[in-house]
């Protein structure tokens, strides 16, 4: 609402998560702001002038896609996986992401679960997620987000003109979405082992 207060607003529960993510992303920009900049951000307004710290260090829409690909029923099977990504992360001391994660299970059966469409793929797609499968099965590099995003990236390039079609391709046939997280910073945090798992469930068709 702080952008244009004036503006007719579309509610409904879709605005969630990119909120939720905006709204964590103005808590983390407003400690390196100088004061001008702090009385433009929302946040400032929000909490009166005590702006809270943000622990959110996974995005919420991440936590929905891992919430779909681990399918999971509560909370402490996402902290699982976080916990693997973020060793120095717990509930005790990231509460926001402690209490985003629970949301995001709940999000996502409620509102993703039942819209979610798995597609089988093309033979250039199929191509593609082979070899992806084959890098990342020869991968020992450290779960790093950009890492991760240069072999995805790698993969993609020279088979996809646009680019664009390749990522929509690994949303649509892998998340059952038409658009996704930044891949790699998604295997990060599901795991190089569980994406080969994954992407072996999706060329032997059963993700359809």
Excluded: C
Aim: charged share 25%.
């Amino acid at each position: 609402m702080y952008g244009k207060p004036k503006t007719a607003k579309k509610l409904y529960f879709d605005v969630i998560p990119k909120a939720v993510d905006e709204y964590h992303q103005q808590l983390r920009a407003f400690p390196e702001q100088d004061l001008a900049a702090q009385l433009n951000n929302p946040v400032w307004h929000i909490h009166g002038g005590e702006v809270p710290e943000s622990t959110l260090i996974v995005p919420f829409a991440m936590l929905l896609n891992l919430a779909a690909v681990s399918a999971a029923e509560d909370k402490a099977r996402l902290w699982g996986f976080i916990q693997r990504y973020a060793p120095q992360a717990s509930p005790e001391s990231h509460p926001d992401l402690d209490a985003a994660a629970g949301f995001a299970v709940r999000y996502y059966n409620d509102f993703e679960k039942p819209k979610r469409v798995f597609r089988a793929p093309s033979d250039a797609e199929r191509a593609a997620l082979e070899a992806l499968r084959a890098e990342l099965f020869a991968y020992d590099g450290p779960l790093d987000d950009e890492a991760l995003q240069s072999l995805v990236y790698a993969v993609g390039r020279d088979r996809f003109d646009p680019l664009r079609d390749w990522f929509t391709a690994l949303y649509e046939v892998l998340l059952g979405a038409s658009q996704g997280p930044r891949f790699g910073g998604f295997i990060a945090l599901y795991g190089v082992d569980e994406t080969v798992a994954l992407i072996d469930r999706a060329l032997a068709g059963e993700l359809v």
